[in-house]
């Protein structure tokens, strides 16, 4: 029987949905060998009431470690009390997020409790009892499979590879305390700036529109903003030319040294499909590329690839699309 | 000031991997190596503080075999002062292993600052940083896109998933690096030939049991080849027709 614990992020007293994916990820573990799952939120007082939501996608058992001062990230305090917790719950393996928090905590967490780590995990499975996951290496374009040999075995799942999947249980909760002064910790964050309200993140969007150098200017990049809209569900990014000119925040980069992302759809446009930036996208599910030069690498991987002025083609797709989307 | 920069080096990524005959490692015949790009800017992070304070020593230490002294000369080729190679047989997969190596070689060092790069380009794991700072107790902050050091106290942004994160911490501290901090300087030739005469300390490092290995590489499965579908705005309805009753996602 396999216990897991899994680190559910919250942001503003809400569940990432990379949060849900790590308790999916938990109870498929878990469930292979009648094992229970915990899950983990740490946030302001009333985050407590997010356990349900736990519950809804396979949580046993809910550990609430609720403080004034988790409203924002709190690595020292949050750490501390995670690595106490799962070195006293007897877990087989942990689960964490590979988000900012994810992959600034998750290293914390494993040295405290002397074990390796393995980040940007796409499956994990458990063989005659030891835990071997997916893990991509060397950008993307090797697969390397991975043993865990320690208990507890800590790993941190990539976004968008585990479904959230209804699966009720208990959930019933059970209070951490921190472990010593949460104001005492040395690093602190005085203020998080966001986006925008309704921006969705390019890891969790199910359609992502992507602008290169192929718009020529930031004052283009109206249209991918429009397309992004027009499919209603998307997020906008760029590739690394785009975002060392400062047309577009870093935060907005695809690629190698930018964000990994495997969404339902991408469209690239104005994108010739540099190596750099092809290790960002190459697993998303649907590749559309709009690009005038027919011989750009980006068409060796679109699914569907149309060769022209972008200047003419996204308009007249923003149109198509609003129309398809309006019809149903 | 005294900072620390940790450095690896890693494949040139463009080109098709093989898989080694051993099976759980990629063919490294004919693969060039350099710098990993996120400790570049880790190493320009460092030597722009010695820009303005020249009395700052900047060490940097990477560890692998003795091919990783060509990497250590070319950051002191772009300034660094003096490197260390923590001599091993192989670099092993399991980040804990080689930071508590890393850590052992830095605790007495009374380093201000010790600086990595966010993830490395081949193991992309992104655990070492964070971990030799649990390990030395020191404050820890990763993925930083801006810094600055005034006196004891630091302030640094960091990229979070539709946002930034603007975090202060005291020193001395362990930071990694991501993309957007800086860009990173190519080595001039005299800093070429400065290097040369700058000293570089081998220390055999014996690494403790990993516990998390690959066992085995393959090639990801091939994307089916690419279908350019048409020209010019005329292809737009076909485009739509298929991503509704094809890809099914619109």
């Given at each position: 029987m396999a216990n897991v614990f899994a680190f559910a992020?919250?942001?503003?007293?809400?569940?990432?949905?990379?949060?849900?994916?790590?308790?999916?990820?938990?109870?498929?573990?878990?469930?292979?060998?009648?094992?229970?799952?915990?899950?983990?939120?740490?946030?302001?007082?009333?985050?407590?009431?997010?356990?349900?939501?736990?519950?809804?996608?396979?949580?046993?058992?809910?550990?609430?470690?609720?403080?004034?001062?988790?409203?924002?990230?709190n690595p020292e305090a949050i750490a501390a009390i995670v690595a106490d917790r799962v070195r006293a719950g007897g877990y087989r393996v942990a689960i964490f997020p590979t988000s900012a928090l994810g992959s600034d905590l998750a290293p914390r967490v494993a040295a405290k409790l002397g074990v390796g780590l393995v980040t940007d995990v796409t499956a994990i499975t458990l063989q005659d009892g030891a835990v071997i996951v997916k893990h991509p290496v060397n950008i993307g374009k090797v697969l390397a499979t991975v043993k865990l040999a320690a208990t507890p075995a800590l790993v941190a799942i990539r976004a968008n590879m585990f479904t959230p999947v209804d699966k009720p249980h208990a959930g019933t909760v059970e209070r951490a305390e921190p472990i010593g002064d949460p104001a005492a910790s040395r690093v602190v964050v005085k203020e998080v700036k966001m986006g925008g309200g309704t921006k969705l993140d390019l890891g969790e969007a199910p359609v992502i529109v992507s602008g290169g150098r192929g718009l020529k200017g930031p004052e283009n990049f109206h249209l991918i903003e429009e397309l992004a809209a027009a499919f209603g569900n998307a997020a906008v990014g760029a590739t690394r030319v785009v975002t060392?000119?400062?047309?577009?925040?870093?935060?907005?980069?695809?690629?190698?040294?930018?964000?990994?992302?495997?969404?339902?759809?991408?469209?690239?446009?104005?994108?010739?499909?540099?190596?750099?930036?092809?290790?960002?996208?190459?697993?998303?599910?649907?590749?559309?590329?709009?690009?005038?030069?027919?011989?750009?690498?980006?068409?060796?991987?679109?699914?569907?690839?149309?060769?022209?002025?972008?200047?003419?083609?996204?308009?007249?797709?923003?149109?198509?699309?609003?129309?398809?989307?309006?019809?149903? | 000031m005294k900072i620390a920069v940790c450095i690896k080096r890693v494949p040139d990524m463009d080109v098709r991997f093989k898989i080694a005959a051993i099976g759980n490692a990629v063919d490294e015949v004919g693969l060039k190596f350099d710098m990993n790009d996120f400790d570049s800017w880790a190493v320009e992070a460092?030597?722009?503080?010695?820009?303005?304070?020249?009395?700052?020593?900047?060490?940097?230490?990477?560890?692998?075999?003795?091919?990783?002294?060509?990497?250590?000369?070319?950051a002191l080729a772009m300034g660094a002062d003096r490197g260390v190679e923590l001599k091993s047989a192989q670099i092993?997969?399991?980040?804990?292993?080689?930071?508590?190596?890393?850590?052992?070689?830095?605790?007495?060092?009374?380093?201000?600052?010790?600086?990595?790069?966010?993830?490395?380009?081949?193991?992309?794991?992104?655990?070492?940083?964070?971990?030799?700072?649990?390990?030395?107790?020191?404050?820890?902050?990763?993925?930083?896109?801006?810094?600055?050091?005034?006196?004891?106290?630091?302030?640094?942004?960091?990229e979070i998933e539709g946002g930034q994160e603007f975090v202060e911490f005291p020193l001395p501290a362990v930071l990694t690096i991501d993309q957007g901090l800086n860009i990173a300087r190519y080595p001039a030739l005299k800093g070429i030939m400065a290097a040369k005469k700058k000293p570089l300390d081998v220390k055999p490092v014996q690494l403790g049991e990993p516990s998390v290995t690959v066992i085995q590489m393959e090639l990801p499965a091939e994307r089916a080849p690419g279908r350019i579908i048409g020209e010019g705005a005329a292809a737009v309805p076909e485009l739509v027709g298929l991503l509704q009753t094809e890809a099914k996602v619109l």
């Open positions: 992020e919250t942001r503003n007293g809400e569940l990432r949905k990379i949060g849900l994916e790590a308790v999916t990820a938990a109870r498929a573990v878990a469930g292979a060998t009648g094992g229970q799952v915990d899950a983990f939120i740490a946030g302001a007082p009333g985050v407590v009431s997010l356990s349900s939501q736990l519950a809804k996608y396979g949580a046993d058992t809910v550990i609430v470690a609720e403080h004034a001062g988790f409203d924002k990230y060392d000119e400062g047309w577009r925040p870093h935060s907005d980069q695809i690629g190698q040294t930018g964000r990994l992302v495997s969404p339902q759809l991408y469209v690239a446009v104005g994108i010739s499909g540099a190596i750099q930036h092809l290790a960002g996208m190459r697993t998303s599910k649907t590749i559309v590329a709009i690009n005038k030069d027919k011989e750009a690498p980006i068409f060796k991987i679109a699914d569907y690839g149309i060769v022209g002025d972008l200047f003419e083609i996204v308009p007249a797709l923003i149109a198509a699309v609003k129309e398809a989307k309006a019809r149903g | 460092a030597l722009q503080i010695k820009d303005k304070d020249p009395a700052t020593e900047v060490v940097v230490v990477s560890l692998g075999t003795d091919a990783v002294q060509e990497t250590i000369r070319k092993p997969f399991d980040g804990f292993v080689i930071a508590k190596a890393i850590a052992a070689e830095l605790k007495d060092g009374g380093f201000d600052l010790i600086l990595f790069g966010k993830q490395s380009a081949d193991s992309s794991n992104g655990v070492v940083g964070a971990m030799v700072g649990e390990l030395l107790g020191m404050p820890v902050v990763t993925g930083i896109s801006k810094l600055d050091i005034a006196g004891h106290t630091g302030s640094a942004k960091r």
